[in-house]
C-alpha cells in the first residue's frame, strides 16, 4: 500500500534537525553544562562556545558578532524588533511602516503597538505579493520611525526588494527591520550591504533546532530591553543561555551557508519540475506568489472549487505533508490574509495548497506527487457543487 | 484531530452525486465561507428512498454531509426532520469545536431539501 510512504513536503513550516547539528549540541546536556556566566572552567568551556555560534551567525549574514542577539527563536526576535525599537525611539516618532502580508509575529505586534498610540501603515502588494519601493517611500512621514517587511513570504514564497528599501531607509534616516525567518539558509544575505538594521532567524527553518533563534541588531539602533534579569546578551536579553539550542543554531548556519548555492540550485530544478506538472496536469489551477522572485524551495498553488483542507487530509492519507492557507486550517473563518492580500476571491483563496521542498525530497517525491495530486483534485472536484456549473 | 469515524466517512464517503429528476434539492452555505452542501432526495411514499449530496469544504463538511445522508436515507419526511447537528456530531464520534458549524450545515442542507420537495408537492 501507498499509505507507507511518508513524504515531507512542509519544510517552510518546520525542518528535522540536522544530524551533523543535533551531534553538536548533545555534549551542551550531558559533558558541558556549565553556566556560561560562571566564572569557573565548567562556565568558561561553554561560553566558549557560545561565542563560536555568535561568529557563525554573525558570519553568515554578514553581520558583527556583538552585533547578534540570541531568542527563543523568530517570534520573540520580530516582537523585540518592533516593540523595543517603537517604545526606544517614541519621543522622535510614532510611525511604523509594515505590509498586509507579514507573519502574525508581525502584524499582531503592529495591531498591538496601534493600542499604545503608535500609528501603523499596511502596504498592500501586488498580485505577486511584491511590496511596491514607492508605496514605501510615499508612506514615510516625518513621525516614521521604523520599516518592518518581511524578506521572503512564508506562504507565497515572494522575496522582496530588500534592498531598495534598505538604502531608502538608510537614506531617510529610519530604522529598518526585516523578518527574514524563511529567507535565512535559501536566500544570500549581507545586511551590510543591504542596509538591513535589524533581522529576525529562526533554527528550525534551516535543519537547527526549534526554540532557538536571533535578532541581529546594527550597532548603535536604539531598542529596549524585553526581558529583564540576569546580564545575559549583554545586557539586552537576560535569562540563562539555551546553551545546546545556541550551539545548534549555530552549527545549522554554517551548514546551510555553506552549501547555499548547491543547494539552492537542487531545489529549484525540483521546484520547477513540480510546478511545472502541476500547472500543466491540472487545469483550474493558480501558481501563487512571484514566477521568479520567489523562495526555491516554495510551491503555493490554489486549485479552484475545492477546499484546502480536504485537499491536505487526502494528500495526508497518501502519504504527503503540505499544508493549506484555508480557513479550515488558519483557524479562523477567513482564508490566509497573504491570499487575500495578493487580489484572490475567498473561495479561490480556500482551495490553497503549499508545498515548500526540502534536502530530503528527490525527483521520486516529485514524481509520486505529480502522480497522486491530479487524482485528489479531480475526485474533490468531482464532489464539488461548485465544478458542476462548470462543467455545465 | 479527527476521529476515525470522521476519517473513515472522509475517505470513503458514501452517496456522492447528483439525483437526476430529485424531488427536492437543498443547498446551504457559500462558497465566502469555504463551505456548500448540496442535498438531493428522491422521495416515494413520503419515504426517502434515495439521496444524494455533493459538497464544497472541508474534511468535516464532507463527512457530515456523507453521514447526513446515511441517516436519513430509508426514513420518512418527518422522521428526516428529526435529524438534528447533535445526532450527527454522535453519529461521528465527535467532531473539533471549530468543526461542529459543518453539522449544523448538514441539518441545515437535509431541511433544504425536504423544504423544497414539499414547496414542489404543494405545486402538483
Redesign the interface.
Known sequence: MSTAKRIYMDHAATTYTHREVLQEMLPFFTDYYGNPSSIHQFGREVKKNIDIARERVAKAIGALPEEIYFTAGGSEADNWAIKGSAYANRKKGNHIITSVIEHHAVLHTCEYLEKEGFEVTYLPVDRFGMVSVEDVRNAITDKTILITLMYANNEIGTIQPIEEIGRLAKEKGIYFHTDAVQAVGSVKIDVKQQNIDMLSLSAHKFYGPKGIGALYVRKGVKLISFLHGGAQERGRRAGTENVPGIVGLGKAIELASGKLDESVARITGLRDKLVQGVMENIPYTRLNGHPEKRLANNASFCFE??????LL?NLD?KGVAGSSG???TS?S?D?SHVLLAIGLP??IA?GSLRLSLGEINTEADVDYVLQILPEIVDKLR???????KVKG | M?SEKV?EH??N?RN?G?LENADGVG?VGN????????IYLKVENDVIVDVRF?????????ATSSIATEMIKGKTIDEALQLTNKAVVEALDGLPA??VHCSVLAEEAVKAAIEDYKNKQSKK
Open positions: 472549487y475545492i477546499e484546502g483542507e480536504s487530509l492519507l484555508s480557513a479550515c483557524g473563518l482564508p475567498h473561495e480556500h468531482q464532489m464539488s457543487p461548485l465544478y458542476e | 479527527y476519517m472522509f475517505s464517503p456522492v447528483e443547498e462558497a465566502h465561507c469555504g463551505d456548500i452542501m448540496k455533493k459538497t464544497f469544504g472541508c474534511g468535516a463538511a464532507i471549530p468543526k
